[in-house]
């Protein structure tokens, strides 16, 4: 049985965010690397949780949520052995489950819709050269669509693994002028 398991999370590795084990940023003391192999993961505690981990990234002016549900992040930002690419522009928050979504930080809805690999996605533009993008959704709040403002903490969506994911998860960016850069160290 351990063989069969072993080899299911192998195959897995080869698209975006798998985690053997269930969510961790439920309990206190902040967000967790889920259990397992996560070769890009951030660095962490003996506990498992993120070393200097602050919810709230601060960037020109604008405060967002580094991790917009409750989840486990299974794929870090940057390079990272195997899997769909080598190197990853997001993070990937895994929660088994589909869970609630929130907005990160209040904006306007700028795209709503399917994105090659990322599946169901909403981007959010918080000011002239910031966003932040959610990918590999179930589904999507009743009335969102583009054009409509969001606060932060609104309910937008919830995780799934549409696209190319294989477990239930939200891939999450925050782009600065385009760009990609790491939701869980940007703004410090």
Known sequence: ??????????????????????P?????????VCPGNVSNAPLTDNSGRIRS????????GVSLLRAPVEACVSSGFGPRRGGASSFHEGVDLYTRTPRTIVASGDGVVEYVGSQRGYGRTIVIRHNSDLKTRYGHLSSYADNLRKG????RGEPIGRTGDSGNATAVHLHYEFLIRGRPVDPLSAGK
Do not use: H, N, Y
Request: hydrophobic content about 50%; aromatic content about 4%; some cysteine.
């Open 53 to 60: 981990f602050d919810p709230v990234a601060r960037i020109d």
């Open 1 to 22: 049985m351990r063989f069969v398991a072993l080899t299911i999370l192998a195959v897995s590795l080869a698209a975006c965010a798998t985690a053997p084990a269930p």
């Open 24 to 32: 961790e940023t439920g309990r206190p003391g902040g967000l967790r």
């Open 148 to 151: 409509a403002r969001v606060k």
